[in-house]
């Protein structure tokens, strides 16, 4: 009797690309798309399945949007049903100051998509650029040359030998728990002072509305009009009261936050189906990470994080990812340090301000304050992005002008060795 085929594992169609990029959501397909757009060869491996979705909420910011605009991704993110958000309400206790996202601008306003949708049509940009893309395959280490200088990934499949595949440059876009920081041993920069606790899930919403953001003394929480005429409702604490007050059980101890800052609020979450799920996020310190050596590079979240707060990582993400591209394509060492000077001014702003909210340090007195630091570096973040040319496209038939090791390191050694590093994951 004919037995089941045994279903093959997806493998990487060659042997070598220019880049890979170990993780596929917003910041790895952000990248492989800019790149496959300008002609080069690239592979982005994913362990989680296409389109799934993240332990993340999504209001974008801004410098989000326009990087989405750019990109000609705005218009295909409606399409799918994202709701435009026209208004931003900040609720200070019992004060409500509500501002217009729209007039005086190119962008039509905000957006808040769901990850299944957002990270889906950045995975489905790179691949119509002719990036590879492979879900539900993990990379479990890097290799190195002799001189250390990291010359690509490896992948394990359980009952198979690690499969090798080279790259001139390997990039880490996978999250927090990077994988490639950890191999490269990439130096920490910077630790953040504090973090918070966000606990969110979905109640249906009317349309139109737009964006909430609520504060009272030491708690805070968010409503976020997304996708499927559903709204995320966060209720976000500080890490030690979330380790008090949500071990017994989360449902009710939200509940408490978001009666405590808006009865109004309450109710909309109430709506929620009873078997709802809710996602729970304990919170990290911030930090950032050098972002480049010899061979390797990190973007996103894997370099760069901050608290859920200010919902900016997404912002930081996709722009991180086009400098990063910039500065593969310019190849030289300069075009890197360059693109972590301005990545570490950038970055450094947005842990200054994104601690001195995620603290709970504030007063309903002072919290706008912090709120309007916060909307000035956005606007310079904005200004310097709307000003930057795409990453350059390579010339017909010319070499692509990827990273290039110094002299001595140019062409791998016939004998690759194991990551020189000694950092395991
Ligand atoms: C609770 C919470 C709420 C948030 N809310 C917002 C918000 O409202 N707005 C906002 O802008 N930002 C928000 N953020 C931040 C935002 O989620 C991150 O900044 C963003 O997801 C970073 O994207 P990334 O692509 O760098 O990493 P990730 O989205 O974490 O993606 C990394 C990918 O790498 C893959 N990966 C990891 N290791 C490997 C491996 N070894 N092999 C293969 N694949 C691997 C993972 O499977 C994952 O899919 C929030 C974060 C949290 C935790």
Not at 76 to 96: D, I, K, N, R, W
Not at 116 to 144: P, Q, Y
């Amino acid at each position: 009797m004919a037995s089941n085929p045994i279903p093959l594992m997806a493998a990487p169609r060659r042997g070598h690309y220019d880049a890979i990029i170990v993780g596929a959501r917003c910041a790895g397909a952000a990248t492989a798309m800019l790149l496959a757009r300008a002609g080069l060869e690239v592979l982005a491996i994913d362990r989680k399945p296409y389109g799934s979705d993240t332990l993340s909420t999504h209001a974008l910011m801004r410098p989000a949007v326009l990087q989405l605009w750019r990109w000609g991704l705005l218009e295909p993110l409606l399409e799918a049903g994202t709701p435009l958000v026209e208004t931003t309400t900040f609720h200070y206790g019992e004060e409500e100051i509500t501002i217009p996202l729209v007039s005086g601008s190119d962008l039509p306003g905000l957006i808040a998509p769901r990850r299944t949708v957002l990270d889906r049509i950045l995975v489905d940009a790179a691949r119509k650029a002719g990036a590879e893309i492979l879900h539900e395959m993990a990379v479990s280490d890097l290799f190195a040359d002799t001189h250390g200088r990291v010359r690509g990934i490896e992948i394990r499949a359980a009952g198979r030998a690690a499969l090798r595949v080279s790259a001139d440059i390997v990039i880490g876009a996978d999250g927090i728990g990077s994988l490639v920081a950890k191999c490269v041993d990439a130096q920490l920069l910077r630790r953040g002072a504090v973090s918070a606790a966000h606990v969110y899930g979905y109640a249906p919403v009317e349309p139109g509305e737009g964006y909430h953001w609520y504060f009272r003394d030491g708690i805070a929480g968010s409503f976020i009009p997304t996708n499927d005429g559903l709204a995320c409702i966060v209720a976000s604490v500080p890490t030690g009261l979330f380790d008090q007050r949500f071990r017994l059980g989360h449902a009710r101890a939200r509940m408490d936050v978001l009666e405590a800052l808006s009865p109004a609020l309450a109710a909309q979450a109430a709506r929620a189906p009873k078997d709802a799920r809710l996602q729970a996020f304990r919170g990290v310190l911030g930090y950032i990470r050098q972002a480049h050596g010899p061979g390797w590079a990190l973007v996103g979240d894997a370099g760069f994080f901050r608290d859920p707060i200010t919902s900016h990582g997404i912002s930081d993400a996709l722009r991180d990812a086009e400098s990063l591209a910039r500065a593969i394509l310019g190849g030289s060492d300069a075009a890197f340090a360059v693109w972590q000077q301005h990545r570490d001014l950038i970055a450094n702003q947005i842990l200054d301000i994104t601690d001195a909210v995620a603290g709970f340090d504030w007063t309903l007195d002072d919290i706008g304050e912090r709120h309007r630091r916060f909307s000035a570096v956005l606007k310079a973040e904005v200004q310097a992005l709307a000003g930057q040319p795409m990453p350059a496209r390579r010339a017909a038939k010319s070499k692509p002008a990827t990273y290039r090791a110094p002299a001595n390191q140019d062409k791998p050694p016939a004998d690759l060795s194991r990551n020189r590093t000694g950092a395991r994951p």
